[in-house]
């Protein structure tokens, strides 16, 4: 069985971290991931999420591991492997993705998603057919 919805790091630091400047993604992010019953993360999700947790958020390892714990019981994680890095190489050069997003789109790829939640690539965009990217923050303002 696929998910439908992979959700890249940035929006899940927005949900993890309220910054009073940018309470709309906060709460934002944060309904995105409650109403998002099939998602998908890839273990470089959750090191990047993770990393900036213990960096820009303050908060300790202790804190941090329950979040992991979370993130493997209720979101369907995929693995990078050979195949991924080979599809991320392919749409590296396709589309001029940077090496990271690469892999994040050839992740969500992987788990057979369709919509790749994330702030940082075009929204709108139809990559190998199959996954669309969308901006959960623009979505909400058209």
Known sequence: MSAEVFIDSNIWL????????????HERARSTIAS?????????VIAEVCNNL???????EVEVLPIIADFYGRSEVQETNLACHRVASQL????HFDFWDSLIVASAI???????L????????LVAGQITILN??????E
């Open 54 to 60: 213990l960096r820009k958020g303050g908060m300790t």
């Open 36 to 44: 998002s019953a099939r998602r998908v993360v890839s273990v470089q």
């Open 92 to 95: 590296r050069l396709m589309h």
């Open 118 to 125: 994330t702030e940082d690539m075009q929204h709108g965009q």
């Open 14 to 25: 927005y949900a993890f971290l309220k910054n009073p400047e940018e309470e709309f993604k």
């Open 136 to 141: 959960p923050f623009l979505e909400a303002s």
């Open 110 to 116: 992987e788990a057979g998603c369709h919509t790749l």
